[in-house]
């Protein structure tokens, strides 16, 4: 699919920036990519994102769409095909949960980096977040079953 002047602001070490372009990838869109250096923000990333002010950022046709998880829904809706959230209401509302479950357990994140001076503080809270997400991936391949979907494009970090 060609490019509908779609520009992705990010950093190569960022994972909330790769699940943009997993997403956009699955999705066939090409785009433009804009490395930012976070210590020296560039005036168009702090133009796009002026609230947090941190990648990734999806400009699309000149609008600005901050937030990954909140752009990986708007890849969804713009280019509906490969869908990555489910179809039915119920089940995009679960994918939702367990993205926002993934987001939000700290610990996993602590764990994985140096986000403490007590080394293995996290690592119990971490193992038994990640045992919940195990018991609701029930032995399947991915969250939304066949084939890769918004959950796994957001828990994707965790196996980079």
């Known amino acids: 699919m060609a490019s509908e002047d779609v520009v992705l602001y990010g950093t190569w ?20 990519f804009v490395e930012e250096d976070l210590l020296n923000k560039s005036p168009m990333l702090l133009q796009y994102n002026p609230v ?7 400009v699309h046709a000149g ?34 949960f367990w993205a926002k479950f ?17 080394p293995g503080k996290n690592v119990e809270p971490a193992l038994a977040a990640l045992r919940v997400l195990d018991d609701h991936l029930g032995g399947r391949k991915f969250f939304s079953g066949d084939t ?5 494009l957001v828990a994707g970090w965790m196996i980079k």
């Open 52 to 58: 947090h002010k941190k990648v990734p950022v999806l």
């Open 102 to 118: 993934i987001d939000e357990k700290e610990a996993v994140w602590a764990a994985i980096g140096p986000c403490t001076n007590e």
């Open 63 to 96: 609008k600005p769409i901050a937030e990954s998880t909140v752009i990986l829904q708007y890849i969804d809706e713009v280019w509906p095909q490969n869908p990555i959230m489910p179809e039915d209401p119920y089940d995009r509302a679960t994918a939702r």
């Open 13 to 32: 070490s960022s994972s909330f920036v790769d699940r943009v372009k997993w997403a956009l990838k699955m999705k066939g869109v090409e785009y433009q």
């Open 148 to 152: 890769i979907g918004y959950v796994d």
